[in-house]
């Protein structure tokens, strides 16, 4: 059996990268750890979350998105009685705002 081989391109100077800002996410912390729980069956805290975070992130890879978001969509209306729609983003920061002004707590 002959083995494969292929040229990997590494680098040679850093490769810098700043993550988005958390400053809106910290605004919405009450209900984030009890949402990650019980929409996407997720300890928060092993999470790298950023106000830029979106739903769709946390859809299977390689799988089309729409439908899964949709379930999930689906699944926090059924959970919180709150149509997320709504909030017309499907971002987790302006998820868990629109379900905080919604009378939802953590």
Do not use: N, W
């Not at 990997?8 to 100077?13: G, L, Q, S």
């Not at 400053?23 to 990650?36: G, K, M, Q, S």
């Not at 997720?42 to 439908?67: K, R």
């Not at 499907?90 to 629109?98: C, Q, S």
């Amino acid at each position: 059996m002959e083995q494969e081989s292929f040229r990997v391109h590494v680098p040679t100077t850093p490769i810098k990268f700043e993550l988005a800002s958390t400053e809106r996410l910290a605004a919405v912390e009450a209900l984030t750890a009890r949402f990650y729980r019980e929409i996407l069956e997720l300890d928060y805290a092993e999470c790298l979350t950023t106000d830029e975070s979106d739903l769709a992130d946390f859809t299977s890879f390689g799988e089309p998105v729409a439908p899964e978001l949709v379930r999930l969509l689906d699944r926090i209306e059924q959970h919180y009685l709150v149509d997320v729609r709504e909030a017309q983003s499907t971002r987790i920061v302006d998820v868990l705002a629109f379900l905080l002004a919604q009378g939802v707590s953590g």
